[in-house]
């Protein structure tokens, strides 16, 4: 079974949006931009669930999972470079 996660560049887009908003920050993030941020993350591991259960259905093998980008794994998930993924 192969399936692929979203997963968003710059910190999981908690970056702000360059050039489209001066008032966008990392401390004071447009409501929109993290509104999707939110929904990916929560959209995230339902989809390796997803995933997981069709493996079973189907009598699967095993599971191999891609996503693009670094998230950062070596690191603890307390990591201010690590939160994000």
Not at 21 to 35: C, K, V, Y
Request: charge should be neutral; proline fraction near 6%.
């Amino acid at each position: 079974m192969f399936a692929t996660l979203h997963r968003v560049g710059s910190d999981n887009d908690l970056e702000p949006w360059v050039g489209f908003d001066a008032t966008d920050t990392r401390t004071r993030p447009r409501a929109d931009r993290i509104r999707a941020v939110e929904r990916r993350s929560a959209a995230a591991p339902h989809w390796v669930d997803r995933a997981f259960e069709s493996a079973r259905a189907t009598d699967a093998i095993g599971v191999f999972l891609l996503m693009q980008g670094n998230s950062r794994f070596e690191l603890p998930a307390s990591h201010d470079e690590r939160r994000p993924f």
